[in-house]
């Protein structure tokens, strides 16, 4: 916390960022990867007196730690909240949100000593921070303890007993705090607020998972006699007020002017060249990296190519390890952020090897940070890079949400982090000291980040995202009723406090044995407890073990654990790399083998949709766009070989391993023989047509809603037995749905423009990873027609255009 808020935070010279962006800009290597620089601006900062009701000794101990003032906007929310009412502070990363929050909350547990407080992170690593935050302000009447999974069950006793500010998370309150709340009665009766940190990261079916822990929270406190106000923390997105009321189920108030100072920014939007025919592979890095793949530059070589023979990109990955590389090199404290965590340990290491051709004291500054790790080493790498001994990391999202590291010159975001949201929370973790910073994004061979770095408005130009969840979704609700009624029975007027569906699941929930009406209420039947997985994982994770030892290396979402770690996967651990030698599914186990593979493997899977139900549609002439339920089947049937520089296709293996059903959501669209006839498209052409609109549309519906392309999937055919029609089904990858397709048909013209854009404006011939070609197509990205798939989509846009003219004429007869 030190430094937030303070008057002296006006911008600084960035000369380092500026002269690291400019040499970027004129190294031969990369002369054509910029395709766009934006100049963020200074800010200036608006300080207002400190309000008379806070407490005197934490506003001289805020002071002591360089808050001279707060910012507006930290007083205004801190005012909301000192006052009773709930409310979300909505600002930039660096605005100083934790004085907001803790300026009311401190100032009222120094004052009330029977007052108690809960601050909730998404991740450990910020609950530790705040926590760390706390301590230093050194106030002895605040006694501050996180509560997770890490707190050794010798001082549970004591927090639950003693702790007047306990921080913790959604999943230690589902599990820990909520069913045990007889044990923490006096803590429960004595709860003024509730903190919701980074409040922007609860969507989809988390999100609506943790808004239903908010209701059961809420419900438990009323059984104790305490009504606690909710103070939220959002990073800025569009409505914060009404993602914040769903997740809370209570009318919020919006904070989200900014008034603090920001120093300047150079953001960067970075492709990666294409290895197409005639190209050369790019030489290594200045600092003589080869780790990431590179090839030796000079005469032609053998160009790599992707499924179909469609040339690729250098893969983001690849790229974001030469440039952290070179960053380091030049003494510039960078982060790079990658998607996942083989991703992290692979970026990292590639870094550390060519940093080791230079100087082996700069290797080994560079690091990985990612979940699955131990607890101490977690908290190892963070003070490592909190003091500065760490010049370089590659993290996964862990890093994105607010964990205080002052004093970073750049960021690297490797592809396109789902939201604006995200990809300004974690632009924005450099130059929080105040000084200058340059941000990159360095673009996946992928539609929507091909879309993003050629159309910069698409990044610069617009309103960032609303979160999307559904606290309604059944799959969800009828759980956390369960819960409800294990930690409570569940009374008449509770139900409106779980929503409108809550009486129809409670009966089913009845009928199926599972819940058990009494005049008192509805009981829970079972002996044990309920076991709700917030995280969706759906089902025990799978354990990561290596055979020759039985060490337990990390585990796997149940849900993932298919594509991640089949037999024959690439598995990587801190940098040591396995290869999977055999899934067991019944023990939920990967046994691996230490490998040194300089390949990465992809799965392939095979997917069947069935329409269940449509329950909203919309018809404009030949076209039909559908919302509903549908029921589908996927399996993974095999994976591919790829080079990790390059991506290219080298080998391919099968697998046999069981199908997956799953109820969800879907957004669809069917249209007639005369329409696909009229847009020019021949009949062989169709399935390759409609695939390729398919796979372009899953690409660019994050640009929509908050959510990524492997949270959601697709199936196309020429002709669907359910609807017997040509049809293109994009559907939620999560039992019940998320709300993505929902917001699909919501903004279909929007969402099927931008997706028509993407794939005519890509410069490859017939299809490639930048605009058709899927990394996660079962069929191998076949059959594909891009120019059909143009052709489509003009036709899809007329008819919804003109049906849209034709309802408005007819709305003003």
């Known amino acids: 916390m030190a430094g937030v808020g303070s008057s002296a935070a006006a911008a600084q010279d960035f000369s380092r960022a500026g002269s690291v962006l400019s040499r970027l800009a004129r190294d031969s ?76 909350v401190l100032s009222r547990l120094l004052a009330e000593p029977g007052a108690r407080a809960i601050y909730l992170a998404p991740t450990k690593a910020l609950a530790h921070d705040q926590l760390r935050s706390v301590r230093s302000l050194r106030l002895t009447g605040i006694r501050a303890s996180t509560y997770d999974g890490d707190t050794p069950g010798s001082e549970r006793e004591w927090v639950r007993a003693h702790a007047t500010f306990v921080l913790t998370n959604p999943d230690m309150l589902h599990r820990g705090i909520l069913p045990g709340h007889r044990r923490w009665a006096p803590f429960l009766r004595g709860l003024r607020y509730v903190i919701i940190d980074e409040c922007h990261g609860y969507r989809g079916v988390f999100g609506a998972h943790v808004a239903l822990i908010m209701r059961r929270l809420r419900r438990v406190c009323a059984r104790y006699g305490s009504r606690p106000v909710f103070v939220l923390a959002s990073a800025t997105v569009a409505d914060p007020g ?55 530059g000079g005469p032609d070589l053998p160009v790599p190519r992707g499924e179909n023979d469609a040339p690729v990109r250098r893969a983001a990955t690849a790229e974001s390890a030469d440039l952290l590389a070179d960053l380091v090199a030049d003494g510039t404290r960078t982060l790079v952020f990658v998607r996942s965590r083989r991703a992290a340990e692979v970026v990292a290491a590639a870094a550390r090897r060519g940093l080791g051709e230079v100087s082996p004291d700069l290797a080994s500054r560079v690091a990985a940070y990612r979940a699955g790790y131990l607890a101490e080493e977690r908290r190892d790498l963070e003070s490592r890079l909190r003091t500065g001994e760490l010049l370089g990391v590659a993290a996964t999202p862990a890093l994105e949400l607010g964990v205080d590291i002052s004093g970073l010159d750049a960021t690297v975001i490797a592809g396109f982090p789902g939201t604006l949201a995200s990809l300004w929370q974690q632009a924005g973790r450099a130059g929080r000291a105040g000084q200058g910073a340059l941000a990159v994004l360095v673009a996946r061979d992928d539609p929507l980040d091909t879309y993003l770095v050629h159309h910069p408005e698409a990044v610069f130009g617009r309103s960032v995202e609303a979160s999307v969840f559904d606290p309604d979704n059944l799959y969800v609700l009828m759980p956390h009723l369960e819960c409800a009624a294990s930690e409570l029975p569940l009374a008449e007027d509770d139900l409106a406090l779980f929503g409108p569906g809550a009486r129809a699941a409670v009966d089913d929930l009845v009928r199926r044995g599972r819940l058990r009406r009494r005049p ?200 669907h037995p359910d609807t017997g029609l040509t049809s293109v089904f994009v559907y939620d990858g999560h039992a019940g749905g998320a709300g993505f397709a929902e917001r699909g048909f919501e903004r279909v013209a929007e969402w099927l423009g931008a997706t028509r854009d993407a794939v005519a404006a890509c410069e490859c011939p017939a299809g490639c990873p930048s605009c058709v070609q899927s990394p996660k197509c079962g069929n191998g990205n076949e059959p594909l027609a891009k120019a059909a798939a143009v052709r489509l989509l003009d036709a899809l846009l007329a008819a919804v255009d003109g049906g849209r003219q034709k309802t408005l004429e007819s709305r003003q007869e």
Not at 250 to 261: C, F, K, L
Request: some cysteine; proline content about 7%.
């Open 520 to 719: 008192a209420g509805w009981f829970w039947t079972q002996r044990h407890r309920p076991d709700v997985d917030i995280r969706g994982a759906g089902g025990p994770p799978v354990r990561i073990v290596e055979a020759g030892t039985g060490r337990l290396l990390g585990t796997e979402d149940a849900a993932t654990a298919h594509s991640t770690v089949h037999q024959g996967a690439v598995y990587v651990h801190q940098g040591a790399t396995f290869i999977v030698a055999e899934l067991d599914l019944e023990d939920a186990v990967a046994f691996v083998e230490a490998a040194s593979p300089d390949w990465t493997t992809v799965a392939r899977e095979h997917t069947d949709i069935r329409v269940v139900e449509s329950t909203r549609a919309a018809r404009f002439g030949a076209v039909e766009i559908h919302f509903g339920t549908v029921e589908v089947t996927h399996q993974v049937t095999g994976f591919q070989r790829r080079r990790l520089a390059t991506g290219e296709v080298f080998g391919r293996e099968p697998l046999d391993l069981p199908p997956r059903h799953l109820r969800t959501r879907a957004v669809w669209y069917t249209v007639t023989d005369d329409l696909l006839a009229a847009a020019g498209i021949e009949s062989a052409d169709v399935p390759g047509a409609v695939h390729a609109a398919e796979h372009a549309a899953i690409g660019l519906l994050p640009l929509f809603a908050t959510c990524d392309r492997w949270d959601i999937g697709g199936v196309s055919t020429a002709l």
């Open 242 to 296: 009404m993602s914040a009321s769903r997740l809370t189920g209570v009318d919020v108030e919006v904070v989200d002017t900014d008034a603090s100072p920001r120093g300047p920014m150079d953001f960067a939007l970075y492709e990666p060249p294409l290895l197409g025919a005639g190209s050369r592979q790019p030489s290594p890095p200045a600092v003589g990296s080869t780790a990431a793949g590179s090839g030796e």
């Open 29 to 104: 290597r990369r002369a054509g990867n910029i395709t766009h620089v934006e100049h963020v601006p200074a800010r200036r900062g608006q300080a207002v007196p400190w309000p008379e009701w806070a407490d005197p000794v934490l506003v001289g101990r805020l002071r002591a730690a360089g808050v001279e003032q707060p910012w507006a906007h930290q007083a205004e929310a801190a005012q909301a909240a000192h006052e009773g009412r709930d409310v979300v502070l909505a600002t930039g990363t660096a605005s100083g949100k934790s004085v907001g929050y803790l300026l009311p």
